[in-house]
């Protein structure tokens, strides 16, 4: 068997029987976040698309999403501003082009969502008005949100409508397991992407299903950490499976830390929203003394990396386990009307956020790096798109400013369809795909392999390659995740796929380029900081992996 297959179709596919035929789309998409509800239902008019989410539709990260959606709305506000904001908080990385696209594409994308009746937070008294809020890092309220739940709002709002849209075809309960592409068959001619395979857990097969596109927006890694905000969901699916069909990937050194997650035993991933801090919160020592001040001018409104950085010194000055956010001295009705969920989730806790300061701590919240993608989404695999968390536009540059997620996830799935719709038809029918073949694995004899490797691996993401780095510590993981990969190569190799052994595969592929981002930054810039390697370089570039050419599938 092979060490480490690059792709399912290495050693596991065979000849597919009529009825293993793959299924037939013009568009695959896996995700059902924003991203992908986005360019669903917009290909849908003249599309037929196949939508796939690994648990149920509204299972991703994107429903968690409490703080708002930037856009230069208000008469005080700019584009230039808000560009300048956003490469401000970028530290210097963030590519002009794509983030003036993004910004300038806002005020659209924030239209299309109304149209679809998205409930955003009015202002009082003003029916019609906006209400705008301001967030860390920007230096206008330009922030749309309904109230702290404003992904949980939009998800909502759109799959009703693709619920009442014909044309996609669900697909819940269906995990990723690899592209398929020309290369990897052996055809000859230019490489391109031809279609996917995915575990069919409710089936308990694998499908194939082929388009002459397909898209990923499957999320971030988050999960590749102990401490995160992310949804079970976010193992950098879309990512390592990208890499593994020959796409670069940029900049995954620089994971943003959020520095507010809620530090509860039974809530451990509950977000804090950066709102909180815009709306007045201040972070304190639990003795009250508040010390954001100390750290930037900015105080609590610095971007998210230097917050972050700030509490993880605070809490190993004073040997805490968290420290305190509090927005107590606002009114008990500001807060009902502001932070709702916050503040009832708190209440069920036992926290009055009316009277009490919230324990927080930072989590791994949001990967700024991904598969490298143009201002269409397209890759560098023809007929394969990453859009979303999945994706490194170069919008986020170092450290991505807040807000700016939603907004990217829209602006982009609209490009993507934009780019489907004018892209010729292919040449030809599209080839033939292999069934997969497990006719040579077994049922796993000990599961107990891969929660072992799931727990190791984040515990040591989480100590070396954390908010704070060292090249020893960078050096230590690497080693780690090299005996990792060998071990979940041979339970891959040997036994029938599941989705925990699909997940575990992906994050670990993730961590190691993590690691090769980070250890090839010689500086600290935005979320990448390296005692070893204290000051900013000049000048900077981002950080591109190219990976190996994928091997060709053998019968």
Same mark, same amino acid.
């Given at each position: 068997?092979?060490?480490?297959?690059?792709?399912?179709?290495?050693?596991?596919?065979?000849?597919?029987?009529?009825?293993?035929?793959?299924?037939?789309?013009?568009?695959?998409?896996?995700?059902?976040?924003?991203?992908?509800?986005?360019?669903?239902?917009?290909?849908?008019?003249?599309?037929?698309?196949? #939508?796939? =989410?690994? $648990?149920? %539709?509204?299972?991703?990260?994107?429903?968690?999403?409490? @703080?708002?959606? *930037?856009?230069?709305? &208000?008469?005080?506000?700019?584009?230039?501003?808000?560009?300048?904001?956003?490469?401000?908080?970028?530290?210097?990385?963030?590519?002009?082009?794509?983030?003036?696209?993004?910004?300038?594409?806002?005020?659209?994308?924030?239209?299309?969502?109304?149209?679809?009746?998205?409930?955003?937070?009015?202002?009082?008294?003003?029916?019609?008005?906006?209400?705008?809020?301001?967030?860390?890092?920007?230096?206008?309220?330009?922030?749309?949100?309904?109230?702290?739940?404003?992904?949980?709002?939009?998800?909502?709002?759109?799959?009703?409508?693709?619920?009442?849209?014909?044309?996609?075809?669900?697909?819940?309960?269906?995990?990723?397991?690899? #592209?398929? =592409?020309? $290369?990897? %068959?052996?055809?000859?001619?230019?490489?391109?992407?031809? @279609?996917?395979? *995915?575990?069919?857990? &409710?089936?308990?097969?694998?499908?194939?299903?082929?388009?002459?596109?397909?898209?990923?927006?499957?999320?971030?890694?988050?999960?590749?950490?102990?401490?995160?905000?992310?949804?079970?969901?976010?193992?950098?699916?879309?990512?390592?499976?990208?890499?593994?069909?020959?796409?670069?990937?940029?900049?995954?050194?620089?994971?943003?830390?959020?520095?507010?997650?809620?530090?509860?035993?039974?809530?451990?991933?509950?977000?804090?929203?950066?709102?909180?801090?815009?709306?007045?919160?201040?972070?304190?020592?639990?003795?009250?003394?508040?010390?954001?001040?100390?750290?930037?001018?900015?105080?609590?409104?610095?971007?998210?990396?230097?917050?972050?950085?700030?509490?993880?010194?605070?809490?190993?000055?004073?040997?805490?386990?968290?420290?305190?956010?509090?927005?107590?001295?606002?009114?008990?009705?500001?807060?009902?009307?502001?932070?709702?969920?916050?503040?009832?989730?708190?209440?069920?806790?036992?926290?009055?956020?009316?009277?009490?300061?919230?324990?927080?701590?930072?989590?791994?919240?949001?990967?700024?790096?991904?598969?490298?993608?143009?201002?269409?989404?397209?890759?560098?695999?023809?007929?394969?798109?990453?859009?979303?968390?999945?994706?490194?536009?170069?919008?986020?540059?170092?450290?991505?400013?807040?807000?700016?997620?939603?907004?990217?996830?829209?602006?982009?799935?609209?490009?993507?369809?934009?780019?489907?719709?004018?892209?010729?038809?292919?040449?030809?029918?599209?080839?033939?795909?292999?069934?997969?073949?497990?006719?040579?694995?077994?049922?796993?004899?000990?599961?107990?392999?891969?929660?072992?490797?799931?727990?190791?691996?984040?515990?040591?993401?989480?100590?070396?390659?954390?908010?704070?780095?060292?090249?020893?510590?960078?050096?230590?993981?690497?080693?780690?995740?090299?005996?990792?990969?060998?071990?979940?190569?041979?339970?891959?190799?040997?036994?029938?796929?599941?989705?925990?052994?699909?997940?575990?595969?992906?994050?670990?592929?993730?961590?190691?380029?993590?690691?090769?981002?980070?250890?090839?930054?010689?500086?600290?810039?935005?979320?990448?900081?390296?005692?070893?390697?204290?000051?900013?370089?000049?000048?900077?570039?981002?950080?591109?992996?190219?990976?190996?050419?994928?091997?060709?599938?053998?019968?």
């Amino acid at each position: 068997m092979p060490s480490m297959p690059t792709s399912s179709t290495d050693s596991r596919s065979n000849t597919a029987s009529p009825a293993e035929q793959a299924l037939d789309f013009d568009v695959l998409i896996v995700g059902s976040g924003l991203a992908g509800l986005t360019a669903a239902l917009q290909l849908a008019p003249t599309r037929r698309v196949a #939508l796939l =989410t690994k $648990r149920g %539709l509204n299972d991703g990260a994107s429903a968690w999403a409490q @703080g708002g959606i *930037a856009a230069v709305l &208000a008469e005080d506000d700019s584009f230039d501003a808000h560009v300048q904001d956003t490469q401000v908080a970028g530290a210097g990385l963030c590519d002009l082009a794509a983030t003036r696209f993004v910004v300038e594409n806002a005020p659209a994308a924030i239209a299309w969502l109304r149209s679809l009746g998205v409930p955003f937070s009015q202002e009082d008294g003003q029916p019609g008005e906006l209400h705008l809020t301001r967030e860390g890092g920007h230096s206008a309220r330009r922030i749309v949100h309904a109230a702290d739940a404003t992904g949980a709002a939009v998800q909502s709002s759109l799959l009703a409508q693709l619920r009442a849209t014909p044309n996609i075809t669900v697909f819940e309960q269906h995990t990723l397991l690899d #592209l398929i =592409t020309a $290369r990897k %068959l052996g055809l000859p001619g230019p490489d391109r992407c031809l @279609g996917l395979y *995915a575990l069919d857990e &409710a089936g308990d097969c694998v499908r194939s299903l082929r388009a002459p596109h397909t898209i990923l927006a499957t999320g971030g890694a988050g999960q590749v950490y102990l401490h995160t905000t992310n949804p079970g969901t976010a193992t950098g699916d879309g990512i390592a499976a990208a890499w593994r069909a020959g796409c670069r990937v940029a900049n995954l050194e620089f994971i943003q830390f959020h520095p507010t997650s809620l530090c509860h035993p039974q809530a451990s991933s509950f977000l804090i929203s950066e709102a909180v801090r815009g709306e007045g919160g201040q972070l304190k020592l639990p003795d009250g003394t508040r010390f954001m001040p100390q750290h930037d001018e900015r105080a609590e409104l610095a971007p998210r990396d230097i917050v972050a950085r700030a509490i993880d010194f605070e809490m190993k000055k004073h040997g805490l386990d968290c420290v305190h956010l509090d927005i107590s001295h606002q009114s008990p009705e500001f807060l009902q009307a502001h932070f709702p969920n916050i503040k009832a989730r708190c209440a069920e806790l036992g926290i009055d956020i009316t009277r009490d300061p919230i324990p927080v701590v930072p989590a791994a919240h949001y990967t700024c790096g991904g598969v490298l993608a143009d201002l269409a989404g397209r890759t560098d695999v023809p007929g394969l798109y990453a859009l979303g968390e999945t994706a490194c536009t170069g919008l986020h540059g170092a450290n991505r400013l807040a807000s700016n997620s939603l907004l990217e996830c829209m602006v982009f799935a609209r490009a993507a369809v934009q780019a489907i719709a004018a892209a010729p038809a292919p040449d030809a029918a599209l080839p033939p795909l292999p069934a997969w073949d497990e006719s040579r694995v077994s049922d796993a004899d000990e599961r107990v392999v891969i929660s072992h490797n799931w727990d190791e691996l984040r515990r040591f993401m989480w100590d070396y390659v954390g908010i704070v780095r060292t090249d020893k510590r960078l050096e230590r993981a690497a080693r780690r995740i090299a005996l990792l990969q060998g071990e979940i190569a041979e339970f891959y190799a040997h036994f029938h796929v599941s989705r925990d052994l699909l997940e575990l595969r992906n994050l670990v592929q993730v961590a190691e380029l993590i690691v090769r981002s980070a250890q090839l930054r010689r500086e600290s810039r935005g979320l990448h900081f390296n005692r070893d390697w204290p000051q900013t370089a000049a000048p900077t570039a981002p950080t591109i992996l190219v990976p190996p050419a994928p091997r060709s599938a053998r019968a």
